[in-house]
Nanobody, 122 residues
């Protein structure tokens, strides 16, 4: 089974920026929408952002609107999540997901990566 591959997570200070990447090996999921979710232990997976398969339509959660930007490099089939002005509440494991829809519910996505950890210190 082909899996998405996330990278870019690390420890940063509040106010700093990070860019996460979501790669799909071998052109997989090229025709699918791709989303970012995040999860902290003991809580449900939370929607962050989604981009359609064309890379032209995006949606964000209220908590990240204006700070995070999701983009897609069509040539490389890579989706990025640019995260600016990070705050400690952004600390979580970030997961990339792909499916035909552009919904904000984790249950609607069948294809996931292993996640990448983002930790924001105050």
């Amino acid at each position: 089974q082909v899996r998405l591959v996330e990278s870019g997570g690390r420890l940063v200070q509040a106010g700093e920026s990070l860019r996460l990447s979501c790669e799909a090996p071998g052109g997989a999921f090229e025709m699918y929408s791709r989303a970012w979710f995040r999860q902290v232990p003991g809580k449900e997976r939370e929607f962050v952002a989604v981009i359609d398969r064309f890379g032209s339509s995006t949606k964000y959660s209220e908590s990240v609107q204006g700070r995070f930007t999701i983009t897609k490099d069509q040539n490389k089939n890579v989706v990025y999540l640019q995260m600016n002005n990070l705050i400690p509440e952004d600390t979580a494991r970030y997961y990339c997901a792909a499916d035909a829809s552009t919904g904000n519910k984790a249950v609607g996505y069948k294809n996931w990566g292993q996640g990448t950890q983002v930790t924001v210190s105050s």
